[in-house]
């Protein structure tokens, strides 16, 4: 049986609109699925359950270091890219925050 999952609307915040909330819950999502059984999928696995807030699990120490581990394999690889290609990337994903943002609200979640 699968557990209940929290919406994307569980990660709007202050400084958080619904466009970035819908990637976060994305990126949590893959991390809960992916194979490794690491750490990440633990942390994203308790953070989508609502049995740990987000914020919570960055004060966790495994959860910290791990994240920090993946940041930074992440910005190596992206100093490696062209710049022609850094463009086109940070060009798409305005694109998709543009488009996430202009979607209408879901039915029956209200900003606050």
Do not use: C
Request: no cysteine; proline share 4%.
């Amino acid at each position: 049986m699968r557990e209940q999952e929290l919406g994307y609307e569980a990660f709007v915040a202050p400084g958080r609109d619904r466009a970035q909330a819908k990637g976060v819950h994305e990126a949590l999502r893959r991390m809960a699925e992916a194979g490794d059984g690491g750490v990440l999928r633990e942390m994203a696995r308790d953070v989508l359950s609502g049995r740990i807030g987000l914020r919570e699990a960055m004060r966790v120490g495994a959860y910290a270091e791990a994240i920090a581990e993946r940041v930074e394999t992440a910005r190596a690889e992206w100093e490696r890219l062209p710049p022609e290609e850094r463009e086109r990337q940070v060009a798409d994903a305005r694109r998709h925050l543009d488009a996430g943002n202009a979607a209408p609200d879901p039915v029956g979640y209200q900003r606050g």
